[in-house]
């Protein structure tokens, strides 16, 4: 039977599209829930601007609250070297640096190329030789302002990040809409480019078409590790059109299915769901001037 790995991202890439400001005290009881289900790896934070996303403004307060065990392990997400600084300073257990895979994306996420992000974040690992990083690459299939993405661009692209010194690298379908072929293709094309790092897939879901990919993704490429979010929460609040995240419980539920083990409790999953819910439901609205981002 295959096993896979997955990663929550809840905390981080379902909440910070959100129009609310979720206490920590109610992130950290979902973390508490997440881990009781039998997840081990969660993305808790992202070290960016709190102007720029408000939801993320207790990063540094997550990551020393979070309960630690021995097989747990914490990611924090990066965009530049400011955030890597902030991120080191920091026990997060790993930082993932992310680029785009297209210019447009990287402008409006990032504020600047492609280039000067992947120069930017090479300068700031360097000076963390101590620290386990991981990347991450957005709009890795389809961008919303310059269209398809194609495989020799990903690989381009992929092959810069792991110049830079990551474990992994992640490919994220950024818009949710990328086709289960489109998908496998550029995976495909960066793990015979880049055998030596571990590939991983961070799903949206516009069509309900990533479940689908997931699968496939496993039989066919064999590979072993994605990102999904409580509940479908997230999007990329600088890429208009982005869809939700891949539901951890769905997802858990469709690779149960297939005979893929996960080795999560779907019941626990189910009532972390429910309380990413809650917490979202009963959170106090963002100010006005800060939710027109």
């Known amino acids: ?88 300073e920091t026990d997060i257990d790993v930082i993932q640096v992310v680029t785009s895979a297209s210019e447009g994306h990287s402008r409006a996420n990032a504020g600047r190329s492609s280039e000067d992000a992947l120069q930017d974040l090479h300068r700031a690992v360097a000076a963390h030789p101590d620290r386990t990083f991981i990347g991450g690459v957005s709009t890795a299939f389809v961008c919303p302002f310059d269209g398809i993405i194609t495989p020799a661009r990903l690989v381009e692209v992929c092959t810069r990040m792991a110049d830079i010194g990551v474990s992994s690298l992640g490919l994220a379908d950024t818009l949710g809409i990328a086709t289960t072929d489109q998908v496998l293709a550029g ?30 993704a496993v039989l066919d490429l064999e590979i072993e590790h994605f990102d999904s979010a409580l509940a479908g929460y997230g999007g990329c609040p600088f890429a208009p059109g982005a869809h939700g995240n891949l539901a951890t419980e769905q997802l858990v539920d469709r690779f149960h299915r297939a005979g893929i083990d996960t080795g999560i409790d779907t019941a626990a999953l189910a009532a972390a769901a429910d309380l990413a819910r809650s917490v979202v439901d009963r959170a106090l609205p963002l100010p006005t001037s800060a939710s027109a981002l």
């Open 1 to 88: 039977m295959p096993r896979v790995h997955i990663t929550d991202v809840y905390l981080r890439d379902g909440l910070q599209d959100e129009k609310c400001i979720v206490p920590t005290e109610d992130k950290l009881a979902v973390l508490d829930a997440t881990l009781a289900s039998g997840i081990t790896t969660v993305e808790i934070a992202s070290f960016v601007s709190p102007t720029r996303v408000p939801q993320m403004a207790d990063a540094e307060e997550v990551v020393a609250r979070a309960p630690r065990r021995s097989d747990i392990r914490y990611t924090a997400l990066t965009l530049n070297g400011r955030g890597v600084h902030r991120a080191a």
């Open 187 to 216: 995976a495909d094309a960066v793990r015979k480019a880049l055998p030596e790092l571990m590939i991983s897939l961070h799903l949206h879901n516009a069509h309900d078409q990533a479940l689908e990919t997931a699968v496939r």
